[in-house]
């Protein structure tokens, strides 16, 4: 656990964001995880780190008080970590990036989206293909047209043949538009249906509550806080 937590500090170091979160926030995910018994948690590339930690408690736990947590296994996509930001393909886009036009986000309009790909970061070549390594800023906006539009990167290469970067960026934005404008209105519509959402909340307060109490209250006694 250490060295993961030292891992971790030297990454948020060097974006001048290191703070005692980054000791709390892994346990209180390691805690959040066993607290519901979960088998199996949906992670990104750069949450595999902290599911192991998570393994690791469950296993020292077991070891010492007996079976009782399941080893959680991670549900990894494919596709996920290969989005990288608009703005620097070698890292993954994130939405605590500084660079507003790094990140598409879920609420972006049309015009906003437009413009964060014209003004995604690519190379001096027009021609478009798919090559993460020699080209990653081309390759980036591939994936993502990937992720949209359900197609394989090589096919999406097959039908941009004849088109140029700048072209291809249009393309690209325009799918991204009509995948996230559904989802973006409905976002827009349940933030004005504020009772809606507060029930929504007050059924998982109760439904997380039934689940993890009679665990939080087992391994209370397990341990000889009860």
Do not use: W
């Not at 926030?25 to 607290?35: C, E, G, K, M, S």
């Not at 296994?73 to 993954?92: C, E, F, G, H, T």
């Not at 994130?94 to 690519?122: G, N």
């Amino acid at each position: 656990m250490r060295l993961f937590l030292d891992l971790q500090m030297k990454s948020q170091s060097q974006k001048n964001e290191g703070s005692v979160g980054l000791f709390i926030y892994p346990v209180l995910q390691v805690a959040d995880i066993l607290l519901y018994q979960s088998t199996h948690v949906p992670v990104g590339d750069d949450q595999a780190q902290h599911l192991e930690l998570t393994q690791d408690v469950a296993r020292t736990f077991n070891n010492q008080y007996g079976e009782f947590f399941p080893i959680p296994r991670a549900l990894m996509s494919n596709s996920a970590k290969k989005i990288r930001s608009l703005r620097d393909p070698l890292v993954k886009m994130s939405k605590s990036d500084p660079q507003k036009l790094a990140t598409v986000r879920l609420t972006d309009t049309p015009d906003e989206i437009v413009m964060k790909f014209r003004k995604a970061v690519t190379d001096c070549t027009s021609e478009v293909t798919y090559d993460p390594e020699r080209r990653p800023g081309i390759s980036n906006l591939v994936a993502i047209h990937s992720a949209v539009s359900g197609l394989a990167p090589e096919e999406l290469v097959r039908q941009s043949r004849g088109l140029e970067t700048a072209q291809y960026k249009l393309v690209v934005a325009e799918a991204v538009i009509a995948h996230l404008t559904p989802i973006r209105e409905e976002v827009h519509r349940l933030r004005g249906d504020t009772g809606f959402l507060t029930g929504v909340l007050t059924r998982g307060t109760h439904a997380a509550r039934e689940v993890a109490t009679p665990v939080y209250d087992a391994v209370c006694r397990m341990v000889g806080l009860r």
